[in-house]
T-cell receptor, first 113, second 109 residues
């Protein structure tokens, strides 16, 4: 049984560019949450998708947007990249939005130059 | 919003000794407190959790305590082993899941 998978593993972009990160949830899960983890910090909640809609959002600007597909996979899009967007982006999947069942993927390391 | 503070930021212990990590939270509406272990190159993994209606929970060498009045919760690892070396995060869930900044635990053989 595959756990949460994310692609790509690493990515380098320049300021002003746009990026799309992808996540496939653990089998049987229907909810996807995205987190940003800066170096040496804890993960910060970006947003949560359930039934193809954004259900909760953290304190992130509109440059951060997402999507969930009918197969429960999800994308995170970041526009107009800033140097401060450099971080590990974690995807976590769960069942029925229940945090207790949440499993994290290995993350995508984004570097903005 | 919720603010979770975690101490210490680094912890070095001799194999076999105990390790204690402490966290405080600000939102009295928080009702779920998980602890995660993150190894290099991996995402956080849930190791133990506690709900607000419970004061203490134990799972083998790991235990968590919660003091809702003081808004404190702690992780205790007994008989530490080299494989316990990792970064540990506490978290609190009110509206959303908020994480502490992490504690890097090193177990010396």
């Amino acid at each position: 049984d595959a756990g949460v998978t994310q692609s790509p593993t690493h990515l380098i972009k320049t300021r002003g560019q746009q990026v799309t990160l992808r996540c496939s949830p653990k089998s049987g899960h229907d909810t996807v949450s995205w987190y940003q983890q800066a170096l040496g910090q804890g993960p910060q909640f970006i947003f949560q998708y359930y039934e193809e809609e954004e259900r909760q959002r953290g304190n992130f600007p509109d440059r951060f947007s997402g999507h969930q597909f009918p197969n429960y996979s999800s994308e995170l899009n970041v526009n107009a990249l800033l140097l401060g967007d450099s971080a590990l982006y974690l995807c976590a999947s769960s069942l029925n939005r229940e945090v207790k069942t949440q499993y994290f993927g290995p993350g995508t390391r984004l570097l903005v130059l | 919003g919720e603010n979770v503070e975690q101490h210490p930021s680094t912890l070095s212990v001799q194999e076999g000794d105990s390790a204690v990590i402490k966290c405080t939270y600000s939102d009295s509406a928080s009702n779920y407190f998980p602890w995660y272990k993150q190894e290099l190159g991996k995402g956080p993994q849930l190791i133990i959790d506690i709900r607000s209606n419970v004061g203490e929970k134990k799972d083998q060498r790991i235990a968590v305590t919660l003091n809702k009045t003081a808004k404190h919760f702690s992780l205790h690892i007994t008989e530490t082993q080299p494989e316990d070396s990792a970064v540990y995060f506490c978290a609190a869930k009110g509206y959303k899941l908020s994480f502490g900044a992490g504690t890097t635990v090193t177990v010396r053989a």
